[in-house]
């Protein structure tokens, strides 16, 4: 063990306080670069660190907080590095008082965002990351420091770069805002997921706030981690009196508050911003020679997503089946096609109905495993802050998909199997997660429960050996149909329970599978899933469009008195009565909506809901393609004449085509099951230009295209040039739209649109977006500049 | 000199539906159940930062020498014209609308449209909230505000960005980064120059649609 782990075991570690106040008060200005001044200005550096040293601190942090290869160039960088430890350990050397003292390698956030919401890819954070761990590593620094992270997915980039080019201990501290949430939106609970998944050696919380605000975020952590909890706040917020900052909160009042949390069970304490010697003093004064406080943290199975943990102990878990393409044909269909949208319509529908985890399924043979799974659980997480579940038989697209997902998730599955155990069981301890093992091996799925225990238990030490704990494992006792087997339902069951009262384990179910064969399977799913709730099941991987299936849910947490009152049951059979009236279905607004039936209707008025209704009882009439042509094309061209004409603004135009786009999904699902081609118009690729990652505008073009019956490949944002060529060439499609909402970007955009002229001369470019003018786009060679949506749509329409 | 750089957070401004609206291509100053869907989405997943620096500002023949940087942008001096300091000012409303802007821009772009618009309201609100609170403090001083001018109007290159930026250390402070095309992430933020200028000063002073030279606007007033 590390010798700063060692010290930590039975004692109080102090850390420093902060470094920018007291270099600016040492004539450093803003806007410099503080980790240059290692370099400049070393014996200013050496004085603040032994400062501290003085004042009591065990561990200095080097003055790197910004080093990074995206501010510096390695050269630099590494001289940096290098400097900044020599100036404390002179430091530590010079000090007068006596003890051990340790060096942090200091890494900060890399002072850009990470994509979706900026520009920089996950690993390319990981490779910023790693450069700096790796230029340190000759370098002997005692531990590593990740700290005031406000975004979960930048935190778990540094932390996956740390353990991956580094065998120091890292700490890892987040920086939390007044709503006790990080910017991008991750609880307390969800980062003691993500991180002690991970294998952080010791997490907390520094910055934003004084001791005393940060107090609640801080108790989560003292109740929800397994690991050591640290602490380094500010002293309370800065103001401005004349031409100082000063900060509300004294060394008296900081030094109490906080050691008032180290009695309450935190272990490393320090100071961040406008802290001095004077606060660690104070704080190491207030402490004494106290012995840590120990805290008892039971072990439980927690998962997270980018926003929320998880915990399976809490309640069962309903896991939404939908985001598999086996037997879907609709969904098979969008996956080949990259039909984005039609997934993450799924993945918000199932939330809507009261899935709380989604199982993510991308196995087709004509897919390209590796790469679509982490895209789609990428863009997946986009549109819903559920856990997700990661389903793939193909070890290499589960550690993709695990590397990138923004959380701790459900890994679906490992299995008896040698092979399934060394591929899986260490992805599991690299990247966290709560792992489904199905209780089958070499030999098959055992016949009785005895055998299938006996997996588990093989599994558990195995899991055991990686220092994977029981909370993290979710045992599937595999439910077979009772169409071939009459014990099949027998013999899971008995194993549920055995597991949960023998082992101590935790147990899920892909419940469906039982009443394989059978006729109305719900009664049997529902049947039977009660059964395994009641026996201790803890998940299902179930469909949360079946109401019986949740209707079983919700009254079994009713009947088990995890439902004070029945308020959530009575809450869920308002929505979903068994035998409403027919007169009275369509509630209080049916005359009104009699009134304006009709799809074209629904379609002018942008009612979404309706539109799909109206589509659905039409279909039984009328052909697809009548229906498209008699119904929503005529209103689509009223709504947009009245756009054009300026009698109808944006948001209604968009609320229309949003109407259009529910009622051709209906067509298309009915077209898809009767295996008949929808009718299509010409291909057209979209894309936001590179460098811009604008894409309303865009998204606004897509929607009014594919309302017209375009279809449409939309690249996304932030495009190459090259990429785009690559998609005109393989679909010849022969319109493409380019979007860019700056003048920075428009390089690009010509470039774009020069590749395209000379390599695919069949493509005609329109343009658009916030910069652009009929000027700018005929001096970058476009064919043709929209001023907005419509015009696109009538210029693609000319072209046929 | 020691330059002060504060940073603070605010209270809610109250809406202004019209210039929600204004943003979204609509019209009129009622909320449509659609804005007020929009709003009651957004309004808990934003907060409201600034942080600024007031600053010297001198002119050095062709130049204008801001403390913390030089331009020759001639838009610029007009815009300063007799202004001695200067307030650099960066804004923002958190991380909120862009995260609600991705997942909706996919299943629902009409929503998506309503909360790009209403945050660019909720950013252009706080500046006013700041910038009438600063006005008062600097009435004391028989000072006032000039309107706000920012990188990318006129000729003041959005390349200033990049000194903005680490000047005021908006990453740490309000969470603000720039990205390589010089855009800040979260979206919903603004940088901004606002001159001090003295309140006796009678000046030629065009502000809001009178100091613009888009003629042709559909939206002027």
């Known amino acids: ?800 | 000199m020691s330059v002060c750089i504060c940073t603070k957070e605010y209270a809610p401004p109250p809406l202004n539906v019209k210039e929600a609206l204004r943003y979204a291509g609509g019209r009129g100053d009622t909320p449509t159940p659609e804005l007020q869907e929009a709003w009651e989405l957004l309004a808990p997943a934003l907060r409201y930062s600034v942080c600024w620096a007031r600053l010297p500002v001198q002119r050095k023949e062709d130049v204008l020498d801001l403390t913390f940087a030089q331009t020759p942008s001639r838009d610029l001096q007009r815009a300063l014209l007799g202004c001695e300091e200067l307030l650099l000012t960066a804004a923002t409303v958190g991380l909120g609308p862009d995260r609600l802007a991705a997942r909706y821009g996919r299943l629902a772009p009409a929503k998506a449209l309503l909360i790009g618009a209403i945050g660019t309201e909720r950013v252009e609100s706080l500046l006013d909230v700041f910038a009438r609170e600063q006005n008062g403090r600097l009435q004391q001083e028989g000072l006032r505000l000039t309107p706000r001018f920012s990188p990318g109007y006129g000729d003041l290159p959005l390349q200033l960005q990049a000194a903005i930026i680490p000047y005021l250390d908006t990453p740490k402070r309000i969470g603000v980064v720039l990205n390589e095309s010089l855009l800040m992430s979260p979206a919903k933020s603004v940088t901004a120059i606002i001159g001090i200028r003295r309140t006796g000063d009678i000046l030629k002073e065009k502000s809001g649609c009178d100091g613009c030279r888009r003629k042709d606007c559909e939206f002027r007033r």
């Open chain 1, 1 to 800: 063990m590390s010798d700063v782990l060692s010290y930590l075991k039975n004692r109080i570690l102090l850390l420093d306080g902060g470094m920018g106040t007291l270099l600016q008060a040492r004539g450093m200005r803003p806007g410099e670069y503080p980790e240059r001044w290692n370099l400049t200005h070393p014996d200013v550096v050496k004085d603040i660190h032994r400062a501290y040293f003085d004042a009591g601190s065990n561990v200095v942090c080097s003055n790197t907080f910004g080093a990074n290869p995206l501010k510096f160039s390695e050269e630099e960088l590494e001289g940096i590095l290098r400097a900044a430890y020599d100036n404390a350990r002179t430091a530590a050397e010079q000090s007068s008082r006596p003890g051990p003292k340790f060096i942090a390698l200091d890494i900060g956030p890399s002072g850009r965002m990470l994509k979706p919401y900026g520009d920089l890819a996950f690993e390319d954070a990981v490779r910023a990351f790693g450069t700096v761990v790796r230029l340190a590593r000759d370098i002997p620094f005692d531990l590593i420091l990740i700290e005031t992270m406000n975004d979960s997915l930048e935190t778990k980039a540094a932390l996956l770069a740390a353990k991956e080019n580094s065998a120091l201990p890292v700490f890892v501290s987040n920086a939390y805002g007044v709503d006790g949430k990080l910017m991008t939106g991750a609880s307390p609970a969800a980062m003691v997921a993500l991180l002690s998944g991970m294998g952080a050696d010791a997490i907390g919380v520094n910055c934003s706030l004084g001791p005393k605000a940060l107090e609640p975020v801080v108790r989560e952590y003292l109740r929800l981690s397994p690991l050591p909890v640290l602490l380094k706040p500010n002293a309370g917020l800065p103001r401005a009196e004349g031409d100082r900052t000063v900060y509300d909160v004294l060394p008296g009042e900081f030094a109490a508050d906080t050691a008032r949390l180290v009695q309450m069970g935190v272990r490393i304490a320090g100071g961040c911003c406008g802290t001095t010697p004077d606060y660690i003093r104070a704080l190491a004064e207030a402490i004494g020679d106290r012995a840590p406080t120990e805290r008892e943290v039971e072990p439980k199975a927690v998962v997270s997503s980018y926003t929320n943990a998880l915990c399976l102990d809490d309640r069962p878990v309903l896991i939404g089946e939908r985001i598999n393409p086996t037997g879907k044909k609709r969904l098979k269909a969008a996956l080949i096609e990259g039909d984005m949208a039609f997934v993450l319509s799924e993945a918000a529908r199932q939330q809507e109905k009261g899935a709380m985890a989604l199982d993510v399924n991308a196995g087709l043979p004509e897919l390209n495993e590796k790469e679509v799974l982490p895209r789609l659980v990428q863009e997946i997480q986009t549109v819903t802050d559920l856990p997700l579940c990661i389903d793939t038989a193909a070890p290499e697209a589960m550690a993709a998909a695990l590397r990138v997902y923004n959380g701790k998730a459900i890994v679906n599955s490992v299995n008896g199997k040698e092979e399934s155990l060394r591929a899986i069981l260490p992805l599991v301890k690299k990247y966290g997660g709560v792992v489904i093992a199905l209780t089958l091996d070499e030999t098959g799925i055992p016949d009785t429960a005895e055998g299938r225990l006996g997996i588990a238990r093989r599994i558990l030490k195995a899991a055991e050996g990686y220092g994977i704990g029981c909370q993290d494992i979710l045992f599937d006792p595999l439910a077979m149909t009772i169409g071939a087997s009459p014990d099949a339902a027998r013999v899971t069951l008995e194993t549920v329970e055995r597991i949960t009262r023998e082992l101590g384990c935790r147990t899920s179910l892909g419940v469906s599978n039982v009443s394989f064969g059978l006729p109305e399977r719900d009664y049997v799913n529902a049947a039977f899933f009660t059964m395994a709730l009641s026996r201790g099941l803890s998940a299902a991987i179930m469909n949360p469009d079946s109401p019986r299936m949740l209707g079983a849910y919700r009254a079994y947490l009713a009947l088990n008195g995890q439902d004070p009152q029945c308020g959530e049951y009575v809450a869920f059979a308002a929505r979903n009565p068994l035998a409403a009236p027919a007169s009275n279905a369509e509630g209080p607004g049916a005359k009104e909506t009699a009134e304006q039936a009709g799809l074209a209707r629904a379609v002018e008025k942008g009612m979404r809901a309706q539109a799909a209704a109206e589509a659905k009882r039409m279909l039984s009439e009328e052909p697809p393609m009548q229906l498209i042509q008699r119904e929503i094309i005529p209103a689509l061209d009223r709504v947009g004449q009245g756009y054009e004409q300026g009698k109808v603004f944006l948001p209604q135009l968009l609320m229309s085509a949003e109407a259009a786009s529910a009622a051709f999904e209906v067509i298309k699902a009915a077209a898809v099951a009767a295996r008949e081609e929808t009718p299509v118009r010409a291909r057209v690729v979209l894309a936001t230009v590179r460098g811009d990652i604008h894409d309303i505008g865009k998204n606004i073009v897509r929607l009014l295209m594919e309302n017209y019956g375009f279809q449409v490949t939309d690249l996304g944002k932030d495009v190459p040039p090259e990429q785009v060529l690559d998609a005109v060439l393989r679909l010849k499609a022969p319109v493409c739209g380019l979007s860019a909402l700056m003048t920075t970007t428009v390089p690009a955009m010509e470039e774009t649109v020069r590749l395209i002229h000379e390599q695919a001369p069949f493509c005609r470019v329109i343009v658009g977006g916030a910069v652009l003018t009929q000027e700018y786009a005929d001096q970058i060679g476009a064919d043709f500049y929209a001023a907005d949506a419509m015009e696109g749509v009538r210029y693609a329409e000319s072209l046929e």
